[in-house]
């Protein structure tokens, strides 16, 4: 929707100067915009264009097994096996019991990287919004709390894994509160909320500095005018100071839901490999690139590809959509071309300049 | 109206920038691996000599570089350099099957684990040592079976390890069981007799390493050799689904369940286990010999001159222990191979073992010195470590190793977990699963 409004303003300009291209300041800067990022093009091909291309090559390969009866040598070199890596996730060779039952170990990771992403990004979203309410007021001592709350954010992953697996010990800090002892460093249930704990704990504070940020932007003449007309706390809060901060909000939840799909440091430092409650689709591919099955680590890999790429464009599609209805603009203005300047004009513009 | 598209700009870029990433850093393992490692040299030169390095893992006692630097310097035509990896096992393998699939030349002498014999001489990373440079007289016969692969000697034995039984002398002494446990159900009794005087609900009889890692598979292989099982039958195929093994797994169960191992040794390593029995919490601990001499003079540790060490305990059989250590090969790829088979003969030599076990404790595989007088003064359970090593038996030998022992974790922890939270276990069942898994994995 907001190309579809965007758009006029700019198809007009460039529409008379591809006619006659007389206009000196552009003429010929093409060349030189290629020439000038080359060198981020050449790096981004680098780093990650060639690797994915070889992952993908890999992905159809795999490593040959056959043991020489009388010498005990494995062949060399790897086969071309097509799609069979892809196509074995669906065989069931592999089956493990996890939480969800016995299944194929890929199904059983999937699904663990699943229900991560939507239980920590939930409570993410929901604690750090209210973080970032909490560090917007303004108080005595709000310098110490921001920064209170930052602390989670800045320390590496692989550490506060192995600080909350101290905390989750069976002699740790976690169960002297409880006061029972819950083995939460085994392979059951309550690994699956241990995990939950430190993931929310470590970057709730990160969707609470960008939502901190969008809030920032938004101007007190609305909260005033909003309490001269006798609105409540709570209705500032939904009818205001959520729709305001939705763009910024929506940009956070969807780095934190790309961050989590890819899930890997916690559940390896806290809980341990091969523990298939806590599994996810980055530790199986890792596992599997460790037993040198490489064709099929790259399978995995490019399927969690694939699936973190519809989810964020499913993102993208629902909800960024959502950002535009949502923020007061009548769907019919938005066709009426002519007129794109209007009252809600200020508030969007207050809010994309967070970004 | 612009700044909202840039806003959705941003989402889009960031979308696809994170999911290149992930591909990204997905793929960057699988990446360089095409190519095989070429190991059909026929003729292996063992004199070419020059520059080299020697490849391990953390050295925390710190005497490697002093080796080194003694060999360095009866050794001129050619250097060693130590190179030293990290401290866990699967990234020190990964680290060396990387540098072999890039050929790094430099690499030569390789400390493998034991477990990774097989996979290592199978996929041609490390060539078979000739006898009349490597001789293996005097030597640890289960060491050297450790380190054979089809037959062939493809890495020199080095150190070796034997799981040991560390039991709290003094609460023996103080009634009156004057015989050490040989047997499970000696070590039950002797708990029972103890616990019910000390009265102290913190007090649990025994325990050895029962997370799921490596030393869970260690474990589990012990009670089910002890109980005169196999895992691997002597034709070289998989035989768990017997009675004896079902009973060795049946009864770590059955103790995890009636409390005789705390329910929290569920989530134990070797730390947790150490720290444990040195907080007089265990009875009965089964690990390595490296917790003597901590156990003997860490400033937290209470049993301090009040425990000794045994033999493992039998289930239904003698106590039999799995086989641990590190042993020297010559990397397939490595450039002066005359220089490392010199290194690995210095560093197996009879003097560098006697140094090297003073200093790190670590037992040596020269038969001899485990009664040798000076090391015996200074490590007195070495005659108990040398029964240890002479009765253990390796983990199964698969070149697909990893897949071996997460099967028999997935079984064996499967099982424990459910004693220890109340449950009824079934090992036979569990076994069966074990069976048919390993029938696929091992060929």
Redesign the interface.
């Known amino acids: 929707m907001a190309t579809a409004t965007a758009e006029p303003s700019v198809t007009t300009v460039p529409g008379d100067g591809r006619k006659t291209k007389k206009n000196a300041l552009s003429d010929g800067q093409g060349r030189l915009a290629w020439i000038l990022l080359a060198p981020t093009l050449i790096v981004i091909a680098v780093v990650a264009g060639i690797p994915v291309i070889i992952s993908i090559r890999e992905s159809f390969f795999r490593a040959n097994t056959g043991v020489d009866p009388n010498t005990g040598m494995i062949a060399q070199g790897d086969s071309f096996v097509g799609l069979q890596n892809f196509t074995d996730i669906f065989a069931g060779l592999n089956t493990v019991t996890g939480s969800y039952g016995t299944m194929d170990r890929f199904w059983n990771a999937f699904l663990n990287t699943t229900f991560f992403t939507i239980v920590c990004v939930v409570l993410e979203t929901v604690l750090g919004v209210a973080m970032a309410l909490i560090m917007s007021k303004a108080f005595r001592g709000r310098g110490i709390v921001r920064a209170g709350i930052l602390v989670p954010w800045a320390i590496p992953t692989i550490v506060s894994a192995l600080m909350w697996k101290l905390i989750f010990d069976s002699e740790g800090v976690m169960n002297r509160i409880l006061g029972k002892q819950v083995l939460w460093l085994a392979d059951n249930g309550s690994s699956f909320w241990a995990i939950v704990a430190a993931d929310v704990w470590k970057t709730a504070p990160f969707i609470g500095l960008l939502t901190l940020a969008g809030l920032q932007t938004i101007p007190a003449e609305v909260y005033e005018a909003a309490k001269v007309d006798g609105a409540t706390t709570w209705q500032q809060f939904v009818r205001i100071t959520l729709p305001l901060v939705k763009p910024t909000l929506v940009v956070a939840v969807l780095f934190r839901t790309l961050d989590t799909l890819r899930m890997f440091d916690l559940p390896w430092g806290m809980i341990g490999p091969g523990k298939y409650r806590v599994e996810t689709l980055s530790i199986f591919s890792y596992q599997e690139a460790a037993a040198t099955r490489y064709g099929q680590a790259a399978a995995y890999a490019i399927v969690l590809f694939l699936y973190v790429l519809i989810v964020a464009f499913l993102f993208v599609k629902v909800l960024g959509a959502d950002v535009i209805g949502d923020t007061g603009m009548p769907k019919k203005k938005k066709k009426d071309k002519k007129n794109p300047g209007d009252a809600a004009a200020p508030g969007l513009e207050l809010m994309g300049g967070a970004h | 109206?612009?700044?909202?598209?840039?806003?959705?700009r941003?989402?889009?870029a960031?979308?696809s920038l994170?999911?290149?990433?992930?591909?990204?850093?997905?793929?960057?393992?699988?990446?360089?691996?095409?190519?095989?490692?070429?190991?059909?040299a026929p003729a292996v030169d063992l004199a070419q000599q020059g520059d080299i390095e020697y490849w391990q893992g953390k050295d925390s006692s710190g005497n490697i570089p002093k080796l080194v630097a003694q060999f360095n310097s009866q050794h001129p035509q050619g250097k060693v350099t130590f190179h030293e990896l990290p401290d866990a096992a699967?990234q020190q393998?990964?680290q060396m099957?990387q540098n072999t699939q890039i050929k790094n030349p430099k690499m030569a002498v390789i400390s493998v684990d034991v477990v990774w014999t097989?996979e290592f001489?199978?996929?041609?990373y490390v060539i078979p040592l000739p006898a009349d440079r490597f001789p293996t007289t005097g030597m640890l016969q289960s060491a050297v079976t450790g380190a054979t692969?089809?037959n062939k000697l493809y890495a020199y034995p080095n150190t070796s390890d034997g799981g040991l039984l560390y039991y709290r002398k003094d609460l023996l002494d103080k009634y009156g069981i004057s015989k050490v446990p040989t047997t499970f159900d000696e070590m039950k009794a002797a708990c029972d007799t103890i616990r019910k005087g000390e009265n102290d609900a913190k007090l649990g009889c025994y325990a050895g390493q029962y997370?799921?890692?490596e030393g869970l598979t260690v474990n589990f292989d012990e009670a089910v050799h002890s109980a005169g099982g196999a895992i691997v039958g002597a034709d070289g195929r998989p035989s768990v689904a017997s009675p004896e093994a079902a009973k060795g797994l049946q009864t770590l169960a059955d103790w995890f369940k009636n409390g005789d191992i705390p329910?929290?040794a569920?989530?134990w390593r070797e730390e947790n286990g150490r720290t444990a029995f040195e907080a007089g919490q265990l009875i009965f601990h089964r690990n390595w010999g490296y917790v003597y001499n901590l156990a003997q003079t860490d400033k937290d540790s209470k049993v301090k001159g009040k425990f000794d060490v045994a033999p493992l305990p039998g289930i239904s059989g003698p106590g039999v222990s799995s086989l641990g250590g590190h042993n020297y090969a010559i990397a397939t790829n490595a450039a002066n191979k005359g220089t490392a088979a010199d290194f690995i003969a210095f560093m197996s030599s009879e003097e560098t073992q006697k140094s090297n076990t003073l200093a790190t404790s670590q037992s040596p595989t020269l038969e001899k010195l485990y009664t040798d007088s000076d090391l015996v003064k200074k490590f007195p359970f070495m005659p108990t470590q040398l029964k240890s090593i002479q009765g253990a038996i390796p983990r199964p030998k698969a070149?697909?190793y990893?897949?071996v022992t997460?099967a028999i974790?997935?079984a064996a922890?499967?099982a424990l977990?459910t004693s220890?939270?109340g449950g009824t276990a079934d090992a036979s069942t569990a076994l069966q699963g074990l069976q048919s898994k390993l029938q696929t994995l091992i060929?």
């Open positions: 109206m612009r700044f909202v598209r840039s806003g959705r941003v989402a889009v960031a979308v994170s999911a290149l990433l992930v591909a990204a850093a997905c793929g960057g393992s699988s990446g360089g691996s095409g190519s095989g490692t070429g190991s059909s699967d393998r990964q099957i097989s001489a199978a996929k041609g692969y089809f997370d799921k890692y329910k929290a569920v989530t070149v697909e990893g897949d997460l974790q997935d922890y499967g977990q220890a939270n060929k």
